[in-house]
């Protein structure tokens, strides 16, 4: 009798501990509060991305982790021939590009418009910059994006991606591109070159160049070669340079031959770039400002003669320095990125 009794004790005894084995370690509550659906590592409950394609690295925030190699991109907006006012509906597309700049305000946005060849070549030049500052100006007003970090060009019919000799080509053609660029800087300053506007020396450092100029005059003196030299040399050192060369003037004359001659003064600089170094000319980035952008007042002589100059800084195409999160950018297709698997 006591033999049954301890027997079916051991028995009870037995079936209660594979019971208490077959109950879960954790609340349920817990195990739905650790649940990851994607199986990436990293629980629903902190997981910002959902459905993180198997295999892929991911930040912690359970994102995809991209590198990119150049930041360069279109526009995801077509224009009628002949316009280049920016639906509002298109500026709701802009915001993560907004976000970007916010995020990084050492970046510089260059936005570059084109045409196809409807038309004659001078008003297709006014077009294509005007679709490209119609770009800017709603990042401008609509997010606040510092004006001087976006600089707007315009190239008309030149540069075409496709034949004009049909529709789908032409309409190819009206486009406007972008690519965000950072300037170099350097560590030091030569103050023994530095401008004497009195003499018309260039100031220079090692990435900045300002030259003057003499009232009305654009060529370029021999004087300012060398450091010229020095910016094509640079180019050639770094295939992923860039080189703004912005002229300007003072308020003497009218606003549009200011605007031709302050070009006019610019594209010396360029051409003489590219005669000695063969640089391609997408890589020397010119504009004419005219006189919209004084350094000092024109009420004064030296305020005018500080005011004619040319302005030449160096940028480099934006690389990532280190893996970071690409969003799903909803007005642009990047060009060249290298997913890190």
């Not at 990293?42 to 959902?50: E, G, K, L, N, P």
């Not at 509906?89 to 418009?113: C, R, S, V, W, Y």
Request: hydrophobic share 35%; charged share 20%; proline share 4%.
């Amino acid at each position: 009798m006591i033999i049954k009794v301890a027997r079916t004790a051991i028995i009870f005894l037995g079936l209660y501990n594979a019971i208490l084995i077959c109950q879960p370690l954790y609340p349920t509550n817990s195990i739905n509060a650790l649940k990851d659906s994607d199986h990436d590592g990293v629980i629903d409950a902190r997981d910002i991305c959902s459905n993180t394609p198997q295999g892929s690295d991911i930040d912690n925030d359970g994102c995809p982790l991209t590198k990119l190699t150049l930041f360069s991109f279109n526009f995801d907006v077509q224009f009628k021939t002949g316009q280049y006012k920016l639906a509002s509906e298109f500026h709701t597309k802009l915001k993560d590009l907004a976000a970007f700049l916010q995020h990084d305000p050492n970046t510089l946005l260059l936005i570059e418009g084109y045409t196809d060849n409807v038309g004659a070549k001078s008003y297709n030049l006014t077009l294509s910059k005007k679709r490209a500052e119609s770009i800017a100006n709603a990042l401008i007003s609509t997010f606040s994006i510092a004006a001087d970090r976006i600089k707007t060009f315009g190239y008309g019919q030149n540069r075409p991606i496709a034949s004009n000799s049909t529709e789908t080509g032409r309409e190819a053609n009206r486009r406007v591109s972008g690519e965000i660029v950072i300037p170099l800087k350097s560590q030091y300053v030569n103050n023994n070159i530095h401008s004497n506007y009195s003499t018309n020396q260039p100031q220079i450092d090692h990435y900045n160049l300002t030259i003057p100029f003499k009232l009305n005059r654009y060529g370029i003196k021999n004087a300012y070669r060398p450091s010229i030299q020095h910016l094509g040399q640079l180019l050639q050192s770094d295939p992923d340079i860039l080189i703004f060369i912005e002229g300007h003037t003072d308020n003497t004359g009218n606003k549009d031959y200011n605007v031709a001659l302050s070009l006019e003064r610019a594209n010396n600089i360029a051409d003489l770039l590219n005669a000695q170094f063969t640089i391609a000319p997408a890589r020397l980035k010119v504009l004419g400002h005219g006189q919209r952008f004084p350094l000092k007042s024109n009420n004064t002589i030296k305020g005018r003669r500080e005011n004619r100059r040319v302005e030449v800084k160096v940028v480099k195409k934006f690389k990532a320095q280190q893996e970071i999160i690409l969003p799903k950018w909803t007005i642009w297709s990047v060009g060249q990125i290298e997913n890190k698997r």
